[in-house]
């Protein structure tokens, strides 16, 4: 394969030798089920996920009984939605979302809503383009993108669940934080929020794992029912539980990614930023006539457009040196609805990426649009 420039990070991360490494060893040496064996194979298994389980609340300062394991965003916010609809079967609650949000963050509760099972109210964005937690709608559930994968900056999560606390003291908060985990620190007590996903996969861990915090997991309904889960089936055919989190981890776990997500975490956590290529990329990009940028200078990406040209077009021109970006609406329609275009070009990084990269794209793009 020719060397190319992979500069599409926000949508999944290259992955790193610890990461594969990790994987391949627990393949060909330590594989079998977890939860579901006596023998010292299975229980150092069970010990790898409990150790990686640990690394995960250690990362968002919570408690291993907070964490449930899913196979990403999306699965997380579509099983949140379930878990609500079973817990309030019988109450129609009123859920705010943004024009922040990603596909996998809003659409799961515009299809409830649908289908009559909830409201939906959008909170405003300040002229910023970040959520205005002074005029924020009263509701009973609050879905907070905090780092849009179009405009690419950290929302104040704190702040604006404070807001919320002080319109509804009993809101029900989701934080959807796939590309703000990234690089952003989670303090989840600071939060104080009661869901928060991200995805395994946007910090160089494999496709298939996920991560759902939830702050009070003994008050929910479950979602979904099988092994693991069930502590015993009663004689009279009620079912008693296991305690979180195993109450929410019905079926075999993606046991590989979960092993491999405690190296991505590490290898996160040794990056320092890749700022100075973006600020690089930026003010060599502000200088073309053609290209309008609608993200800051100090934002985690650049996204923009190119005046007469369509962004496929863009796109596949630039894909033809071996460049590695994103072009489309990025599976967030609402934004772009807001900025009044269709779509746009996305550029971000990840640890592989140097300064002579950067350079590269921008050479590539002076000599495409000239």
């Known amino acids: ?20 490494e990790s994987e391949a060893d627990f393949l060909a040496n330590s594989y079998a089920n977890a939860g579901r064996g006596i023998c010292a194979r299975a229980g150092h298994v069970d010990t790898l996920v409990d150790e990686s389980r640990k690394t995960v609340a250690d990362f968002i300062n919570s408690d291993k009984e907070n964490i449930v394991w899913t196979s990403g965003t999306t699965d997380a916010i579509n099983r949140i939605v379930n878990i609500l609809k079973n817990t309030y079967s019988d109450k129609i609650l009123t859920v705010a979302v943004s024009d922040l949000e990603h596909h996998s963050a809003r659409l799961p509760f515009e299809m409830w809503a649908n289908n009559s099972g909830c409201n939906i109210v959008v909170m405003p964005l300040d002229k910023e383009l970040n959520i205005d937690k002074d005029n924020l709608p009263l509701a009973d559930v609050y879905v907070i993108t905090a780092m849009s ?41 600071k939060f104080d929020c009661d869901f928060l996903v991200f995805s395994g996969h946007k910090i160089g861990a494999d496709t298939g794992v996920g991560v759902m915090y939830i702050k009070n997991p003994e008050v929910w309904n479950v979602d979904k029912f099988g092994g693991g889960m069930v502590n015993r089936i009663m004689d009279d055919g009620s079912v008693l539980l296991n305690k979180s989190p195993e109450k929410f981890e019905a079926g075999t776990l993606p046991l590989t990614q979960i092993i491999g997500l405690k190296s991505a975490i590490k290898y996160l956590s040794d990056w320092k930023s890749g700022h100075d290529l973006i600020e690089y990329m930026y ?88």
Not at 161 to 167: E, F, N, T, V
Request: glycine share 4%; with cysteine.
């Open 283 to 370: 003010d060599e990009l502000s200088k073309i006539e053609r290209i309008k940028i609608f993200t800051k200078r100090d934002a985690s990406m650049i996204s923009f457009i190119v005046k007469d040209m369509h962004v496929i077009d863009f796109g596949a021109m630039i894909g033809a040196h071996d460049i590695c970006i994103r072009v489309g609406n990025m599976c967030a329609s609402w934004i772009h609805k807001k900025l009044n275009i269709d779509g746009s070009v996305r550029i971000s990084v990840g640890p592989w990426n140097t300064m002579e990269d950067a350079k590269s794209v921008v050479d590539v793009i002076k000599e495409i649009l000239k």
């Open 149 to 189: 994968n179009v405009i690419g900056v950290a929302q104040d999560v704190e702040l604006i669940i404070q807001s919320i606390r002080k319109i509804n003291p009993n809101a029900i908060t989701i934080v959807d934080a796939a590309q703000f985990v990234v690089h952003n620190k989670i303090d989840i007590k």
């Open 1 to 20: 394969m020719k060397q190319f420039v992979y500069m599409d990070a926000a949508a999944s991360w290259l992955k790193p030798q610890s990461v594969i």
